[in-house]
């Protein structure tokens, strides 16, 4: 009959838990990094877009006559560019974007990571009367 208890006692001290500077810090990290994520994730799926779209382009330019110049879009101007040049830029695209691509992976799973630490520590001490998941 004791161990029918048990539950019912640890959910009353995750409640009555009291929240030390620690704590309050540990949460406001867990949320600046929770927005963070939120914010690279973003710029994540943005980067994959132009990575497929500078795809399409490649293989446009590759169905293009050799001999007919492209107009190449920098920044607000279009400049003609040959066929080869502009492949080569697009080349370049692609590969700058593949490293952006990839800086950002590997950022959001080292902040997930420390997120992940963090919810330990919280879910420790609070248990159910902290939420901690995204809704």
């Known amino acids: 009959m004791s161990s029918g ?7 009353e ?6 929240v030390t500077w620690e704590d309050q810090e ?8 929770n927005s963070r994520v939120d914010n690279l994730e973003e710029k994540y799926k943005k980067q994959k877009e132009e990575k ?7 293989m ?3 169905l293009v006559d050799e001999d ?3 107009f190449y879009q920098i920044g607000d101007a279009f400049i ?15 590969d700058d974007t593949d490293e952006h691509v ?11 990571s420390e997120m992940e630490e963090l919810k330990k520590k919280l879910y420790g001490k609070f248990g159910q009367a902290i939420n901690l998941e995204k809704s």
């Open 5 to 11: 208890r048990f539950p019912l006692l640890q959910r």
């Open 13 to 18: 001290e995750e409640r009555n838990a009291e």
């Open 26 to 33: 540990r949460i406001n990290q867990f949320s600046k990094l």
């Open 52 to 58: 497929e779209f500078l795809d399409d382009l490649a």
């Open 60 to 62: 446009e330019l590759e």
């Open 68 to 70: 007919e110049p492209v």
């Open 80 to 94: 003609q560019f040959p066929v080869e040049k502009a492949q080569e830029r697009v080349e370049k695209a692609k």
């Open 102 to 112: 990839n800086e950002l992976d590997t950022q959001i799973t080292s902040i997930q």
